[in-house]
C-alpha cells in the first residue's frame, strides 16, 4: 500500500511562482526516501501538501487511503496526528524543559497525563536523552536540540515521518547520527520522506532519492 501518493501535482502561489509542475510518485508503505533538490526546487512546498499546510492547485495528493482533497478542515488534525515532522530550525519551546517540549503534543491531543509522561520519557530514550528531561532546550547542544525535536515527532508514533533540511544545520559527524536514527525509525516500520540537499550523506545512506528541479520531479532511483 502507499504512504504517499502524488498525481499530477501542481501548485502555484498568488504570486504566480509555480512551485510544482506535474509531480508524480508512490513511497510505499514502510519504505525510506530523499527529496533532493536545489534551493527553490520545490521539497519544502510537497512537504507542505502532504501536511495540508498547503493546497495543491491541481492534482491528487493521498495519504494512506486519504484522498487530501476530500479532507474537511475539521479532519486536518486528525490527519496530522499520523504524521510526525522534524523542521531544521527545531521549534522548540525554550520556557518549558526537554520533557515537556517533547509531551506537548500528546497534551494537545488530550492524553493521559500518565500516559503522555510515559511516551514521552520512551521517546527522550530513544534518541539518548533521556538524563536530559530536565535541562531547558536552551543548555542543549544543536545536535541535542534536534533530538529534541525528533522525539517530539515520533512521540505519538506516527506512521509516516516528514523531515525539511534535517541536517541543515549540524556537523557531518551529528548528520550522519540524525540520519542513522532515521533509519532506526525506519527499520520498525515507519514510513520516512526527507528532503535535503545534502548529495554526499544521501549518497551514502543508499535510500531512494526523488530530485526536484524547478518545480519537476526529474529523477526517481
Known sequence: MAAIRFSNVFKRYASGQDALLGVDFELASGEMAFLTGHSGAGKSTLLK??????????????????????????????????????????????DRSVFENVALP??????????????ARAALDKVGLLTREKHNPVTLSTGEQQRVGIARA??????????????????????????????????IGTTVLIASHDLSLINRMR??????????LVADG
Open 106 to 119: 500528546l497534551q494537545i491531543s488530550g492524553y493521559d497525563p500518565a500516559d503522555a509522561a510515559r511516551r
Open 154 to 187: 515520533i512521540v505519538h508514533k506516527p506512521k509516516l515521518l516528514l523531515a525539511d533540511e534535517p541536517t541543515g544545520n549540524l556537523d557531518p559527524q551529528l548528520s550522519e547520527d540524525i540520519m542513522r536514527l532515521f533509519g532506526q525509525f525506519n527499520s
Open 207 to 216: 535510500h531512494r532519492m526523488l530530485t526536484l528541479k524547478h518545480g519537476r
Open 49 to 94: 501538501l502532504i501536511m495540508l499546510m498547503e493546497r495543491p492547485s491541481r492534482g491528487q495528493v493521498w495519504v494512506g487511503q486519504q484522498d487530501l482533497s476530500s479532507l474537511h478542515r475539521s479532519q486536518i488534525p486528525y490527519l496530522r496526528r499520523q504524521i510526525g515532522v522534524v523542521f531544521q530550525n527545531h521549534q522548540l519551546l525554550f
